[in-house]
């Protein structure tokens, strides 16, 4: 179960949300409404949706092939004298052979979980809390790591949205949303290759991701 680590902003910051790759995107964005179906009409045309379990494999296929060898890397567990070195050599091994593949280059999208927490008068916003998203494949468990996500993460809502979410926050109800997270691949530490701590001897893969862009959403 992930933590959620609450995340506030001090004033309203606009901001051209597709910047450079390296720099920070924007945490103040509005909180979007929409039905599931639309997510990839308020995103990057050239994006790559990777929010269910086949897009997500499909992607890893175009990087690295096949799945890992899990059970022969696992061996007898995390006490096992060769573990850590058999699960190194999977990474520098699959580092090695997925240089200068076409897909290390494209622009993809990804979902954490959020909840929205305390709301900022002068902002007219609400705070974003997040959390992972695990997602399980015949590859292992993928699990999406942002880098350069901002510091300060701010949904803003339409004012008679507003309204009945501050309703429902003093009454104690959780607002979750999602937060969907579009960058690239960061070339030198594009995927990690890891054992899960939620299940004992599952795989766990990681993409790691430089974000230019965060959306936050209400999907129907």
Request: glycine share 10%; net charge neutral.
């Amino acid at each position: 179960m992930w933590k959620l680590a609450v995340l506030a902003i001090i004033g309203f910051v606009a901001a051209d949300p597709l910047v450079l790759f390296g720099q920070e995107a924007s945490g103040t964005r509005p909180l979007l409404v929409l039905g599931r179906d639309k997510l990839q009409s308020v995103l990057p045309s050239d994006t790559h949706l990777l929010v269910e379990a086949g897009a997500i494999e499909r992607f890893l296929e175009q990087l690295d092939g096949t799945p890992p060898d899990w059970a022969t890397v696992y061996g007898q567990g995390h006490h096992d004298p060769g573990h850590d070195d058999r699960l190194f050599s999977l990474n520098r091994e699959r580092d090695a052979g997925r240089e200068g593949k076409t897909a290390l280059r494209w622009k993809v999208t990804f979902l954490w979980s959020g909840e929205l927490s305390r709301y900022d008068q002068k902002a007219s916003g609400f705070s974003v809390a997040v959390g992972p998203k695990f997602y399980r494949t015949r590859w292992g468990f993928v699990r999406f790591k942002p880098e350069n996500l901002p510091g300060n993460l701010m949904a803003i809502p339409n004012p008679r949205l507003r309204e009945s979410l501050r309703r429902k926050l003093e009454q104690g109800e959780r607002i979750e949303i999602e937060v969907a997270m579009t960058g690239r691949l960061i070339p030198e530490e594009s995927l990690v290759y890891d054992f899960s701590h939620e299940e004992e001897g599952r795989g766990l893969v990681m993409p790691v991701v430089q974000i230019e862009r965060v959306e936050y959403l209400m999907l129907r």
